[in-house]
Protein backbone atom coordinates (compact mmCIF):
# COMPACT_ATOMS: atom_id res chain seq x y z
CA UNK A 1 0.00 0.00 0.00
CA UNK A 2 1.36 3.40 -0.49
CA UNK A 3 -0.26 6.20 0.74
CA UNK A 4 -0.89 10.49 -0.75
CA UNK A 5 2.36 11.71 1.13
CA UNK A 6 4.92 8.94 -0.40
CA UNK A 7 3.52 9.64 -3.82
CA UNK A 8 3.79 13.44 -2.75
CA UNK A 9 7.51 12.64 -1.29
CA UNK A 10 8.53 11.04 -4.60
CA UNK A 11 7.12 14.22 -6.62
CA UNK A 12 9.14 16.15 -4.63
CA UNK A 13 12.20 14.71 -4.66
CA UNK A 14 12.16 13.93 -9.04
CA UNK A 15 11.46 17.92 -8.81
CA UNK A 16 13.78 18.71 -6.52
CA UNK A 17 11.36 20.74 -4.57
CA UNK A 18 10.15 21.05 -1.01
CA UNK A 19 6.63 18.86 0.16
CA UNK A 20 4.99 22.34 0.88
CA UNK A 21 5.23 23.01 -2.55
CA UNK A 22 2.65 20.30 -3.21
CA UNK A 23 -0.74 20.97 -2.26
CA UNK A 24 -3.51 18.99 -3.32
CA UNK A 25 -4.89 22.02 -5.48
CA UNK A 26 -1.70 22.76 -7.04
CA UNK A 27 -1.68 22.61 -11.09
CA UNK A 28 0.82 19.61 -12.42
CA UNK A 29 1.91 22.17 -15.18
CA UNK A 30 2.64 24.56 -12.81
CA UNK A 31 5.52 22.76 -11.00
CA UNK A 32 7.22 22.18 -14.50
CA UNK A 33 8.85 24.31 -17.28
CA UNK A 34 8.09 21.72 -19.96
CA UNK A 35 5.86 19.19 -20.46
CA UNK A 36 7.93 16.53 -21.35
CA UNK A 37 9.09 16.65 -17.70
CA UNK A 38 5.98 15.97 -16.71
CA UNK A 39 5.85 12.54 -18.56
CA UNK A 40 9.28 12.10 -17.16
CA UNK A 41 8.04 12.16 -13.77
CA UNK A 42 4.56 10.21 -14.23
CA UNK A 43 7.33 7.53 -15.55
CA UNK A 44 9.32 8.08 -12.81
CA UNK A 45 6.59 7.77 -10.32
CA UNK A 46 5.21 4.18 -12.15
CA UNK A 47 8.07 3.19 -11.69
CA UNK A 48 9.18 4.02 -8.13
CA UNK A 49 5.59 2.16 -6.86
CA UNK A 50 5.53 -0.38 -9.72
CA UNK A 51 2.57 0.87 -11.49
CA UNK A 52 1.97 1.08 -14.96
CA UNK A 53 -0.43 3.43 -16.55
CA UNK A 54 -2.05 3.95 -19.51
CA UNK A 55 -2.83 7.52 -20.82
CA UNK A 56 -6.16 6.75 -20.34
CA UNK A 57 -5.95 6.86 -17.00
CA UNK A 58 -4.28 10.05 -16.79
CA UNK A 59 -6.84 12.28 -18.70
CA UNK A 60 -8.77 13.38 -15.88
CA UNK A 61 -5.52 14.24 -13.73
CA UNK A 62 -4.66 18.32 -13.74
CA UNK A 63 -3.92 18.61 -9.80
CA UNK A 64 -0.91 17.27 -7.60
CA UNK A 65 -4.36 16.09 -5.72
CA UNK A 66 -5.59 14.40 -8.72
CA UNK A 67 -2.21 12.16 -9.39
CA UNK A 68 -1.53 11.32 -5.61
CA UNK A 69 -5.10 9.54 -5.81
CA UNK A 70 -4.78 7.87 -9.10
CA UNK A 71 -1.53 6.64 -7.69
CA UNK A 72 -2.84 5.53 -4.41
CA UNK A 73 -6.34 3.94 -5.90
CA UNK A 74 -4.17 1.95 -8.07
CA UNK A 75 -1.87 0.85 -5.66
CA UNK A 76 -5.02 -0.35 -3.52
CA UNK A 77 -6.51 -2.23 -6.29
CA UNK A 78 -3.32 -4.01 -7.23
CA UNK A 79 -2.51 -4.89 -3.63
CA UNK B 1 20.83 34.09 -48.74
CA UNK B 2 17.90 32.95 -46.93
CA UNK B 3 14.08 35.27 -46.87
CA UNK B 4 12.48 35.43 -43.98
CA UNK B 5 10.34 32.24 -43.89
CA UNK B 6 13.48 29.76 -44.84
CA UNK B 7 15.18 31.33 -41.91
CA UNK B 8 12.03 30.54 -39.65
CA UNK B 9 11.45 27.15 -41.23
CA UNK B 10 14.87 26.15 -40.54
CA UNK B 11 14.79 27.40 -37.51
CA UNK B 12 12.20 25.53 -36.33
CA UNK B 13 13.80 22.13 -37.39
CA UNK B 14 16.34 23.45 -35.32
CA UNK B 15 14.56 23.94 -33.04
CA UNK B 16 12.28 20.70 -32.94
CA UNK B 17 15.14 18.59 -33.03
CA UNK B 18 16.82 20.57 -29.80
CA UNK B 19 13.54 19.72 -28.15
CA UNK B 20 13.77 15.54 -29.41
CA UNK B 21 16.97 15.41 -28.38
CA UNK B 22 16.70 16.71 -24.80
CA UNK B 23 13.79 14.80 -24.40
CA UNK B 24 15.02 11.19 -25.31
CA UNK B 25 17.90 12.44 -23.65
CA UNK B 26 16.65 12.66 -20.18
CA UNK B 27 14.80 9.56 -21.00
CA UNK B 28 17.23 7.46 -21.29
CA UNK B 29 19.60 8.88 -18.51
CA UNK B 30 16.38 7.57 -16.44
CA UNK B 31 15.99 4.06 -18.07
CA UNK B 32 17.49 0.66 -17.33
CA UNK B 33 20.25 -0.96 -19.21
CA UNK B 34 19.24 -2.71 -22.21
CA UNK B 35 18.44 -2.65 -25.92
CA UNK B 36 15.91 0.52 -25.97
CA UNK B 37 18.08 2.61 -23.78
CA UNK B 38 21.37 1.63 -26.14
CA UNK B 39 18.79 2.24 -29.36
CA UNK B 40 17.00 5.87 -27.75
CA UNK B 41 21.00 6.99 -26.56
CA UNK B 42 22.05 7.19 -30.46
CA UNK B 43 18.57 8.45 -31.49
CA UNK B 44 19.01 11.73 -29.33
CA UNK B 45 23.15 12.14 -30.14
CA UNK B 46 21.36 12.19 -33.89
CA UNK B 47 18.92 14.35 -32.70
CA UNK B 48 21.44 16.85 -31.50
CA UNK B 49 23.59 16.43 -34.14
CA UNK B 50 20.80 17.38 -36.24
CA UNK B 51 20.32 20.88 -34.43
CA UNK B 52 23.92 21.15 -35.44
CA UNK B 53 23.43 20.56 -38.94
CA UNK B 54 21.08 22.97 -39.08
CA UNK B 55 22.60 25.66 -36.78
CA UNK B 56 25.63 25.01 -39.53
CA UNK B 57 23.17 25.33 -43.02
CA UNK B 58 21.57 28.61 -41.21
CA UNK B 59 25.01 30.04 -40.57
CA UNK B 60 26.84 28.86 -43.73
CA UNK B 61 23.59 30.74 -45.45
CA UNK B 62 24.77 34.02 -44.11
CA UNK B 63 21.81 33.75 -41.33
CA UNK B 64 21.39 33.58 -37.51
CA UNK B 65 19.12 30.65 -36.03
CA UNK B 66 15.67 32.64 -34.59
CA UNK B 67 15.11 31.08 -30.94
CA UNK B 68 11.68 29.79 -31.07
CA UNK B 69 9.67 29.48 -27.86
CA UNK B 70 7.44 26.11 -28.67
CA UNK B 71 8.74 22.98 -30.71
CA UNK B 72 6.74 20.95 -32.40
CA UNK B 73 6.73 18.52 -30.45
CA UNK B 74 4.82 20.56 -28.07
CA UNK B 75 2.07 20.65 -30.21
CA UNK B 76 1.93 17.29 -30.21
CA UNK B 77 1.73 16.46 -26.56
CA UNK B 78 -0.89 19.37 -26.47
CA UNK B 79 -2.74 17.50 -29.36
CA UNK B 80 -2.55 14.12 -28.27
CA UNK B 81 -2.12 14.49 -24.41
CA UNK B 82 1.24 13.89 -22.54
CA UNK B 83 2.15 10.04 -22.84
CA UNK B 84 2.08 7.75 -19.68
CA UNK B 85 4.43 5.28 -20.52
CA UNK B 86 7.55 3.41 -22.55
CA UNK B 87 5.24 2.03 -25.28
CA UNK B 88 3.10 5.68 -25.73
CA UNK B 89 6.04 7.94 -25.53
CA UNK B 90 8.00 5.24 -28.68
CA UNK B 91 3.71 5.19 -30.29
CA UNK B 92 3.85 9.36 -30.56
CA UNK B 93 7.82 9.77 -31.42
CA UNK B 94 7.18 6.95 -34.35
CA UNK B 95 4.22 8.98 -35.52
CA UNK B 96 6.20 11.94 -34.87
CA UNK B 97 9.44 10.91 -36.85
CA UNK B 98 6.91 9.92 -40.06
CA UNK B 99 5.83 13.05 -40.25
CA UNK B 100 9.30 14.47 -40.00
CA UNK B 101 10.80 12.30 -42.44
CA UNK B 102 7.48 13.21 -44.94
CA UNK B 103 7.94 17.26 -44.39
CA UNK B 104 11.37 17.34 -44.77
CA UNK B 105 11.56 14.66 -48.14
CA UNK B 106 8.66 17.23 -49.40
CA UNK B 107 11.15 20.40 -48.43
CA UNK B 108 13.88 18.47 -50.60
CA UNK B 109 12.18 18.35 -53.49
CA UNK B 110 11.63 21.96 -53.77
CA UNK B 111 12.62 22.78 -57.36
CA UNK B 112 14.94 25.41 -56.53
CA UNK B 113 16.17 24.72 -53.17
CA UNK B 114 19.86 25.30 -52.22
CA UNK B 115 22.05 23.08 -52.59
CA UNK B 116 23.57 23.77 -48.51
CA UNK B 117 19.64 22.87 -47.39
CA UNK B 118 19.25 19.98 -49.64
CA UNK B 119 22.70 18.27 -48.46
CA UNK B 120 21.39 18.74 -44.75
CA UNK B 121 18.15 17.12 -45.35
CA UNK B 122 19.62 14.52 -47.24
CA UNK B 123 21.95 13.84 -44.18
CA UNK B 124 19.31 14.24 -41.53
CA UNK B 125 16.47 11.62 -43.48
CA UNK B 126 19.42 8.84 -43.54
CA UNK B 127 19.12 8.78 -40.12
CA UNK B 128 15.29 9.32 -39.28
CA UNK B 129 14.55 6.31 -41.71
CA UNK B 130 17.18 4.45 -38.72
CA UNK B 131 14.60 6.06 -36.46
CA UNK B 132 11.38 5.06 -37.78
CA UNK B 133 13.16 1.22 -37.81
CA UNK B 134 14.45 0.89 -34.17
CA UNK B 135 11.01 2.44 -32.94
CA UNK B 136 9.04 -0.02 -34.88
CA UNK B 137 11.20 -2.97 -33.85
CA UNK B 138 10.75 -1.67 -30.16
CA UNK B 139 6.96 -1.61 -30.15
CA UNK B 140 6.98 -5.13 -31.75
CA UNK B 141 8.96 -6.29 -28.65
CA UNK B 142 6.34 -4.54 -26.44
CA UNK B 143 3.47 -6.52 -28.02
CA UNK B 144 3.61 -8.98 -25.28
CA UNK B 145 4.21 -6.65 -22.32
CA UNK B 146 0.94 -4.12 -23.75
CA UNK B 147 -0.78 -6.34 -26.65
CA UNK B 148 -0.06 -5.75 -30.25
CA UNK B 149 -4.01 -4.53 -29.80
CA UNK B 150 -3.79 -1.60 -27.04
CA UNK B 151 -0.06 -0.68 -29.78
CA UNK B 152 -2.53 0.08 -32.44
CA UNK B 153 -4.75 1.48 -30.87
CA UNK B 154 -2.37 3.78 -29.40
CA UNK B 155 -0.78 4.29 -32.54
CA UNK B 156 -4.43 5.13 -34.24
CA UNK B 157 -4.70 7.83 -31.67
CA UNK B 158 -1.54 9.44 -32.31
CA UNK B 159 -2.07 9.12 -35.96
CA UNK B 160 -5.01 11.23 -35.60
CA UNK B 161 -3.30 14.10 -33.38
CA UNK B 162 -0.78 14.36 -35.65
CA UNK B 163 -3.23 15.24 -38.75
CA UNK B 164 -4.73 17.85 -36.39
CA UNK B 165 -1.50 19.30 -35.22
CA UNK B 166 -0.06 19.57 -38.89
CA UNK B 167 -3.43 20.83 -40.16
CA UNK B 168 -2.97 23.69 -37.30
CA UNK B 169 0.45 24.13 -38.04
CA UNK B 170 0.16 24.72 -41.77
CA UNK B 171 -2.64 27.38 -40.99
CA UNK B 172 -1.03 29.42 -38.34
CA UNK B 173 2.32 29.37 -40.21
CA UNK B 174 0.79 29.63 -43.67
CA UNK B 175 2.78 33.17 -45.14
CA UNK B 176 6.06 30.92 -43.70
CA UNK B 177 4.83 27.58 -44.93
CA UNK B 178 3.19 28.12 -48.44
CA UNK B 179 6.26 28.23 -50.09
CA UNK B 180 6.83 24.15 -49.30
CA UNK B 181 3.55 23.76 -50.30
CA UNK B 182 3.64 24.59 -53.92
Known amino acids: ?79 | MLDENELWVLSFYRSSEISGSLFFGRLARSMKPGAIQRDMTKHFSDEAAHAWYWTSCIEELGAKPIKLSSSYQDQYLTAAGPPSNLMEILGITQVFEKRVVNQYGRHSQLPEINPIVQNTLTKIMADEKWHIEWIHDALKLMEPEYSKDLIDKTLKRFWEADQEVYRKTMQEHEQRLKYLVK
Open chain 1, 1 to 79: MIDKNAVKEQIATFLKQPVSRLQDDTSLTSLVVESFILVEMIIDLQDAFGLRLVQEDMKDVKTVGDLTKLFVSRAGAAS
